[in-house]
Structure formats: structure tokens, C-alpha cells
């Protein structure tokens, strides 16, 4: 693991191949090993770099009244420090929503997006009441046991049949999230409305869901194709929120096709 200093404080990341550069952006309670199958595939062709993002792995925590932001120039800092530029940017749940932020903050520096099992934020997809629902789950678990809160959110990320080895690897990297980071994410970002943002979004996108995602469910894809100009949708059979965990073989053709597209 290398790391970079990005305004005086530690960002981690994860690097591997050569060839044009693709960003990846983790979502909620997670970190860069959530993309090893991703730099595995996709390093005989890009140059692939996942972030550890402020407060999360091998990171320095994230500062105190951090919002979304400060969040999206953390990541532009930490894209120019690696001199990084014209990135694919592909970023899972949470780390979609930064990405869709990240775009329209910083257009010239985006050559494509994947956003996968995408939010336009929480308020942006969700009606209130869920909204509601899963700021106050969130905040409840921070007071569980961690490896059990770290379960039962796995179980929404991965389907009921997924292998147990699987499983407990998810757990085992959910678990170490720290709660800080999870209650200023929870509380500063849960009711992001990014909609407004998405006609404006000039990057080809290709949006990537699963078909049983329980999180991000088909409605919520339906309407982010709808509001993105141009945006491919792809819908996974029988794959839930974490496709990239899931299914990595189909879930890497899909977006190493469409980066192939715009390369």
C-alpha cells in the first residue's frame, strides 16, 4: 500500500498496471481491498488506483465538519498529487455520490464515469421515509458490537446464497470501519440531494446496478438513466448491491467493455 499527502494529512491507496488512469471510489464502511478484483482485471490495461478516502484504512481520519465538499476536494488533491489526469472514475454506492459530485465540480478532470449500485444521494433517490429509516439503523448500529452490525449490513450487500468465505470477508473489512467516519457520513451526507447535477453530467456514464440490489434497487437505476444524457444502463441478473464483490468476472467485462469504449 503507497500513500500521499493531500493538505497535510495521510490519504492511503492501492495502485497497480500501466495504461490510462482509472479511479476507483469506495462506498460506506469499506476501503481500497474492496476493489482487489478490479485492480487484479483491470491492470493489464489502465493504470487502476483505489483510494483509501479520509478517515477510512490506511487513512488519517477525517476532520472534523467535513462535508461532502471538502470531500470531493480531498479527492481532486489526492488525483493531482498522483498527477493524475483525464481519470475513468468508478465509484460504488457512497463513493457514486462523491463521484457524481466530483464530476460536476471538476468536469475537466473526469473522462468517464461507472457508477455502480448509484445514489444522486440518499434525499436524491429515496423517498424521506427510507431515508429516515437508515439514518436512524446507521446511527443505532454504532452502539452494536461491531462484527454484528458489520453482518447484518453485509447481508444487504450480498445476497442470501452468497458463499460464507465471501461473506466473511466482507465483514471482516466492514467491521474495521471506524465509527467516527461512519456517523459524520451518516450525518453530513445521508440527505444529499445530488439530482440537480445530473443533466449537467458531460463524462459518458455508464450506470451498473444489480437486478436484485436491495439497496439500490431497478427504480432507483431507471431514474438516474433517466436524468444522466446519454447514460448506458446495465442491469446484473441475480446479483445484489456489491457486484463487484459478487460477481466480479461479469461485473469487470461490463465496465472494461465500456472503458475500452472511451479509451
Same mark, same amino acid.
Given at each position: 500500500m503507497d500513500h500521499v499527502d493531500v493538505g497535510g494529512r495521510r490519504i492511503a491507496f492501492r495502485r497497480a498496471g500501466t495504461g490510462p488512469p482509472v479511479l476507483l471510489v469506495h462506498g460506506a464502511m469499506a476501503d481500497s481491498r474492496d476493489w482487489h478484483h478490479q485492480l487484479e482485471a483491470f491492470a493489464p490495461t489502465f493504470t487502476t488506483i483505489a483510494w483509501d478516502a479520509p478517515g477510512c484504512g490506511g487513512s488519517a481520519d477525517l476532520p472534523a465538519g467535513h462535508d461532502l465538499d471538502q470531500l470531493v476536494e480531498d479527492l481532486d488533491g489526492f488525483r493531482r498529487a498522483l498527477r493524475i489526469t483525464g481519470a475513468h472514475v468508478i465509484?460504488?454506492?457512497?463513493?457514486?455520490?462523491?463521484?457524481?459530485?466530483?464530476?460536476?465540480?471538476?468536469?475537466?478532470?473526469?473522462?468517464?464515469?461507472?457508477?455502480?449500485?448509484?445514489?444522486?444521494?440518499?434525499?436524491?433517490?429515496?423517498?424521506?421515509?427510507?431515508?429516515?429509516?437508515?439514518?436512524?439503523?446507521?446511527?443505532?448500529?454504532?452502539?452494536?458490537?461491531?462484527?454484528?452490525?458489520?453482518?447484518? +449490513?453485509?447481508?444487504?450487500?450480498?445476497?442470501?446464497?452468497?458463499?460464507?468465505?465471501?461473506?466473511?470477508?466482507?465483514?471482516? +473489512?466492514?467491521?474495521?470501519?471506524?465509527?467516527?467516519?461512519?456517523?459524520? +457520513?451518516?450525518?453530513?451526507?445521508?440527505?444529499?440531494?445530488?439530482?440537480?447535477?445530473?443533466?449537467?453530467?458531460?463524462?459518458?456514464?455508464?450506470?451498473?446496478?444489480?437486478?436484485?440490489?436491495?439497496?439500490?434497487?431497478?427504480?432507483?437505476?431507471?431514474?438516474?438513466h433517466a436524468a444522466i444524457p446519454g447514460s448506458r444502463l446495465v442491469l446484473l441478473p441475480g446479483v445484489g448491491h456489491s457486484g463487484h464483490v459478487q460477481a466480479p468476472d461479469q461485473w469487470n467485462r461490463v465496465v472494461l467493455e465500456f472503458l475500452d469504449g472511451q479509451s
Open positions: 465509484g460504488h454506492s457512497l463513493g457514486s455520490i462523491l463521484s457524481i459530485a466530483f464530476q460536476a465540480r471538476h468536469p475537466d478532470a473526469v473522462r468517464s464515469l461507472v457508477l455502480a449500485s448509484a445514489y444522486a444521494g440518499w434525499a436524491g433517490s429515496l423517498p424521506p421515509s427510507e431515508v429516515d429509516r437508515r439514518v436512524t439503523l446507521a446511527l443505532a448500529d454504532l452502539d452494536r458490537p461491531a462484527a454484528d452490525a458489520a453482518r447484518d +449490513m453485509v447481508a444487504t450487500l450480498l445476497p442470501a446464497d452468497a458463499p460464507a468465505a465471501l461473506v466473511d470477508e466482507q465483514v471482516a +473489512m466492514v467491521s474495521q470501519a471506524r465509527p467516527a467516519t461512519t456517523r459524520a +457520513m451518516v450525518e453530513r451526507f445521508a440527505r444529499v440531494d445530488l439530482r440537480p447535477a445530473l443533466p449537467g453530467i458531460t463524462a459518458p456514464t455508464l450506470l451498473l446496478y444489480g437486478r436484485d440490489d436491495v439497496r439500490a434497487p431497478p427504480w432507483v437505476a431507471d431514474a438516474l
